[in-house]
């Protein structure tokens, strides 16, 4: 009885060590680049997720948003993401970690919990895309939820030039 539970243990234990297997929507070996010249402080206010990535149709969530406020300490990020079918939450500070590049400063859940690229931004500051260089998540998030044809193909553009499988890519 003693061998069972202890051999019990020992499988859990194996379990609980295993890797957790990290999905990516882009070709690694594709260079990514943010963009060096947005002010994180124009990105402050309420985005409004319009696509995401994820390995299947039904994406399990609905659209989620993305509100950034500036503190005096930079920016603090209030995110509800529908990512690959999963409803993905972070709240705290963002530290800018370089040009167009923004992480959780505090514990993120999976895939938030990397550097968040801003991969671009329109001109007047109307449609943002984020995104990772291990291409664990993209998104596509406007200041509102109706995201004009123009910048749709723009943002698009964008994700794959930047090595993103836009068959992949779910509109709201």
């Given at each position: ?10 499988l ?15 070709r ?8 060096a ?35 005096t ?25 370089g ?46 939820a ?27």
């Amino acid at each position: 009885m003693h061998r069972l539970i202890a051999l019990s243990m020992l499988l859990l234990a194996a379990c609980a060590q295993l890797p957790v297997e990290t999905v990516s929507f882009r070709r690694p070996q594709t260079q990514i680049w943010a963009n060096a010249v947005t002010d994180p402080a124009q990105l402050t206010g309420r985005w409004t997720q319009v696509a995401t990535f994820a390995t299947r149709a039904d994406l399990g969530c609905g659209a989620g948003g993305l509100e950034l406020s500036q503190t005096t300490r930079g920016l603090y990020a209030t995110a509800q993401l529908c990512l690959n079918g999963v409803s993905t939450v972070y709240r705290g500070p963002l530290a800018v970690t370089g040009p167009g590049q923004l992480r959780p400063v505090e514990r993120a859940q999976a895939p938030l919990d990397r550097t968040w690229w801003v991969l671009w931004v329109d001109a007047d500051i109307r449609t943002l895309v984020l995104g990772t260089p291990d291409g664990s998540f993209g998104v596509i998030l406007n200041r509102d939820a109706r995201l004009p044809a123009d910048r749709r193909t723009a943002a698009r553009d964008i994700l794959r030039w930047n090595g993103y499988d836009l068959s992949l890519l779910r509109d709201y």
